[in-house]
């Protein structure tokens, strides 16, 4: 098909995609379908940040059935949850930048940078490189996600397997209340829409070693969005993971996939957000909810262990060995002396 839509978070405003492939469809027929379909299920499902606003947006749209452009759904999408939008489906849109590592004096900083594709052996290429880099390090472990928009999480989770302890990361919780724990098992991740196991994901795992005994910084700022950000939540349940740097960008919902087949929109795919994030203590956001200090992240961003408010770097993750500020690498040198 040359027409394709795909309904989903727009590249550009990064993508928080649990799977690299489709889970379900349904006989659309045209955009205005699509749409109608698409604002029925975010008002049943979705995670909305403004209800006003979102039944403002609904009415003036007759519930979709006035929008004809896809222009016109990803605004209504946005809307209703920032981390959910409408876009031209392309498979040639690709982030395929694989992870690099630098020494920086006695530090290795390991450059994380937005990953998305929709190639599975590149997939699989990006998480054994992130392995090795982590494997091979000399010296005390940086992990750098500056400027890291996101992208597919479970090849950084995958990636950074030797870091995170095995068992529960977080609790993925709907809007009619339900609960489902998210845990790292040998094989993948299990649970809530961010499950992705697969044997040959635990052929590649089962030959890591973990190292969970050492000291690891992790370096964040505003940009760190989405993928990025709840790789960080996973690392943090490391005990001896801290934070660095500016809160994150705030794309901490999880979403539902739903594929739509139809004459104009082949391979559409519907991705909405439906799911909060709730963390313990590990992870800090603004919104404490209980006296056990457990956080719930609603498009609310990750807060770093330690506040640094100069500029982190010069090019972000996304850079050739981005420059890491001076400063705050003689700060993450400190802590590790501490």
Request: net charge positive; glycine share 6%.
């Amino acid at each position: 098909m040359k027409n394709q839509v795909k309904i989903t978070l727009c590249f550009a405003a990064l993508v928080l995609l649990f799977s690299i492939f489709p889970s379900a469809n349904a006989a659309i027929t045209s955009i205005q379908d699509d749409a109608v379909e698409t604002v029925a299920y975010m008002s049943q499902h979705g995670i909305i940040e403004d209800k006003t606003a979102w039944q403002e947006v609904v009415d003036k749209t007759d519930a979709g059935r006035t929008i004809t452009t896809i222009a016109d759904l990803n605004a209504v999408m946005q809307v209703g949850n920032k981390h959910s939008s409408a876009a031209k489906r392309d498979a040639s849109i690709r982030h395929e930048q694989l992870p690099g590592a630098y020494r920086a004096g006695r530090l290795t900083v390991v450059d994380i940078p937005t990953f998305y594709t929709m190639r599975q052996s590149v997939y699989l290429r990006y998480i054994v490189k992130l392995n090795q880099l982590i494997a091979h390090t000399r010296g005390d472990l940086v992990l750098n996600f500056s400027g890291n928009q996101g992208g597919i999480p479970t090849a950084m989770i995958f990636g950074l397997y030797a870091l995170i302890p095995n068992g529960q990361l977080w609790t993925s919780v709907a809007n009619t209340g339900k609960e489902q724990q998210v845990s790292l098992v040998k094989d993948g991740l299990q649970g809530g829409a961010a499950s992705y196991r697969s044997t040959v994901v635990k052929r590649v795992l089962e030959k890591v070693k973990k190292r969970l005994n050492k000291k690891v910084a992790i370096i964040m700022d505003n940009n760190s969005a989405s993928a990025a950000e709840f790789t960080i939540m996973a690392v943090k349940k490391n005990p001896l993971a801290r934070i660095f740097g500016l809160p994150s960008a705030g794309y901490t919902t999880e979403n539902s996939n739903v594929t739509y087949h139809s004459p104009i929109c082949d391979n559409s795919w519907q991705i909405i957000p439906w799911m909060v994030t709730r963390t313990d203590h590990t992870v800090r956001c603004i919104n404490v909810v209980n006296a056990r200090q457990t956080h719930n992240f609603s498009n609310t961003p990750v807060m770093p262990d330690v506040l640094f408010t100069q500029p982190i770097n010069t090019g972000g993750a996304n850079a050739h060995h981005s420059q890491i500020s001076k400063s705050l690498l003689s700060q993450i040198r400190k802590w590790f002396d501490s």
